[in-house]
């Protein structure tokens, strides 16, 4: 059974950060692409960042470029993402998705991020 957990999310104020985790099992993690997307009240759900099974690719919204890095460790079965210098407007709830190699797509509950004063 596949399982894709977030954690890490909360209140910080503009300009701090925060640790996005997402913790998975019941898949082969290294060959899966891994990408965390975000969705704000009213707004589609958009994608942040990608990282490939290798993490030797990674691509980033506009929007984040510069300030997330979305990161992998294989033998921990986790995605992070690190979120720098936070602005109100990344406030949204975060979720994580795992790809398979064969296609299918399992997401995880999300967590809430919040950046205000």
């Known amino acids: 059974q596949v399982h894709v957990v977030e954690s890490g999310g909360g209140l910080v104020q503009p300009g701090g950060f925060l640790r996005l985790s997402c913790a998975t099992s019941?898949?082969?993690?290294?060959?899966?692409?891994m990408s965390w997307y975000r969705q704000a009240p009213g707004k589609e759900r958009e994608l942040v960042a990608v990282i490939s099974g290798s993490g030797s690719l990674r691509n980033y919204a506009d929007s984040v470029k510069g300030r997330f890095t979305i990161s992998r460790d294989n033998a921990k079965n986790t995605v992070y993402l690190q979120m720098n210098s936070l602005k109100p407007e990344d406030t949204a709830v975060y979720y994580c998705?795992?790809?398979?190699?064969?296609?299918?797509?399992?997401w995880g509950q999300g967590t809430q991020v919040t950046v205000s004063l």
């Open positions: 998705k795992a790809l398979l190699a064969s296609t299918q797509s399992y």
């Open positions: 019941g898949f082969t993690f290294s060959t899966s692409f």
